[in-house]
T-cell receptor, first 114, second 113 residues
Framework: KQEVTQIPAALSVPEGENLVLNCSFTDSAIYNLQWFRQDPGKGLTSLLLIQSSQREQTSGRLNASLDKSSGRSTLYIAASQPGDSATYLCAVLPQNTGFQKLVFGTGTRLLVSP | ETGVTQTPRHLVMGMTNKKSLKCEQHLGHNAMYWYKQSAKKPLELMFVYNFKEQTENNSVPSRFSPECPNSSHLFLHLHTLQPEDSALYLC????????????FGPGTRLTVL
């Protein structure tokens, strides 16, 4: 059974720092991996989607990498801002479950202070 | 309206009540999902509908009853819930066929007394 772990559970940094969020998964047979952002009391917003054949994806100050063989992904946030404060969720789409059953981690709660 | 909307945003109900959650998507998608998000736990997939047909029931208790009258609307009917059912219930939609990004609504915060 696929399991997704995110470390750290919470992170507090001053504005301007570069930071890395980690995600690991137990089964490398995945179709893709996604990073989502969740603001308090709100739904999820997709940030980046990496297909299993890709190594990384970039969007603005965000860069996500994928090492499928080792079961790891990182989300790099450059020059963090208070508006980046949110919970970041990692999710994998396993290959053998019909391509719709996302498996989520418990998230990293990020606080960026001014 | 655009995206995925959910009503109500907050709901408090007793264990003997019957209530329904509503989800509507304005993205032209043909797959819809219900997820449960409990404190300290990962998001948990409950149901999947493709082209109005239920294709996934992730061992959800029968006190949760989904309904998908068309590709744009999804309901979750609730009856005789337990306090441990208190959670954030999220709806999502995507193109069917798998692999595409799922778009999420803001959720309904449910409290069962």
């Amino acid at each position: 059974k696929q399991e997704v772990t995110q470390i750290p559970a919470a992170l507090s940094v001053p504005e301007g720092e570069n930071l890395v969020l980690n995600c690991s998964f137990t089964d490398s047979a995945i179709y893709n991996l996604q990073w989502f952002r969740q603001d308090p009391g709100k739904g999820l917003t997709s940030l980046l989607l990496i297909q299993s054949s890709q190594r990384e994806q970039t969007s603005g100050r965000l860069n996500a990498s994928l090492d499928k063989s080792s079961g790891r992904s990182t989300l790099y946030i450059a020059a963090s801002q208070p508006g980046d404060s949110a919970t970041y969720l990692c999710a994998v789409l396993p290959q053998n479950t019909g391509f719709q059953k996302l498996v989520f981690g418990t998230g990293t709660r990020l606080l960026v202070s001014p | 309206e655009t995206g995925v909307t959910q009503t109500p945003r907050h709901l408090v109900m007793g264990m003997t009540n019957k209530k329904s959650l509503k989800c509507e998507q304005h993205l032209g998608h043909n797959a819809m999902y219900w997820y449960k998000q409990s404190a300290k736990k990962p998001l948990e997939l409950m149901f999947v509908y493709n082209f109005k047909e239920q294709t996934e029931n992730n061992s959800v208790p029968s006190r949760f009853s989904p309904e998908c009258p068309n590709s744009s609307h999804l309901f979750l009917h609730l009856h005789t819930l337990q306090p441990e059912d208190s959670a954030l219930y999220l709806c999502a939609s995507s193109q069917a066929g798998g692999g595409d990004t799922q778009y999420f609504g803001p959720g309904t915060r449910l409290t069962v007394l």
